[in-house]
């Protein structure tokens, strides 16, 4: 009982430091803003957490494990890999969307006074690039393609939707994410290939 109480405890002081640095950035936000807003005392958060440093790095290794799980969901299921390179895309704009501890795993990836702990761009960059690899096997790549362009243009343009959808959802909607897709991917697959893939609003 004791140890469940310690896991809610230290969940909550997560999703609060989450939303504080997501409201105030690193640099402003305070462990009095984090302890309150998880409902608990200064004392209960450093009995998990030595500084704020350690607390955001819960949150950035919090978000890591939300970004690999939407990452291995999509794989396991995959049809292909550029499908599965789309499809990763959504479902990671969705837990940007929807979870606040995601979002904020990918803001302090840039904040200047904060010593990155995981740098889930570039653990993007390295999926990005693994399924560009898969889909050179597979054959379904465009011929001469060079992967690694590729793969710049995949990451620059995600890694944007997230930076701009701090301030407006919409750069993070399916939507947005589909257009891209359908401008993108007969610039990647071949045509073959691409009658395969599905995009679906």
Not at 110 to 117: G, R, S
């Amino acid at each position: 009982m004791k140890q469940e109480r310690a896991l809610r405890t230290r969940q909550a002081l997560i999703e609060s430091a989450a939303r504080v640095f997501g409201r105030r950035g690193y640099a402003e936000a305070t462990l009095n803003m984090i302890s309150a807003g998880a409902g608990v005392t200064p004392g209960a958060l450093h009995f998990h957490f030595e500084n704020k440093a350690a607390v955001a790095a819960a949150v950035e290794s919090a978000a890591a494990g939300c970004l690999r799980t939407v990452a291995h969901e999509v794989y396991v299921r995959r049809t292909s890999a550029l499908q599965a390179l789309a499809d990763s895309s959504l479902a990671l704009a969705h837990a940007l969307l929807s979870d606040v501890v995601a979002r904020a795993g990918f803001q302090l990836g840039h904040e200047a006074l904060y010593p990155t702990v995981h740098d889930l761009r570039e653990e993007w960059h390295a999926y990005v690039r693994r399924l560009l690899r898969e889909a050179d096997a597979e054959e379904t790549l465009l011929p001469g393609l060079c992967r690694r362009h590729a793969a710049a243009m995949v990451v620059a343009a995600t890694i944007g939707f997230e930076i701009l959808g701090r301030d407006d959802p919409q750069w993070l909607s399916r939507r947005t994410l589909i257009g891209f897709w359908q401008v993108v991917l007969p610039c990647l697959a071949d045509p073959k290939a691409l009658r395969d893939l599905e995009l679906q609003a």
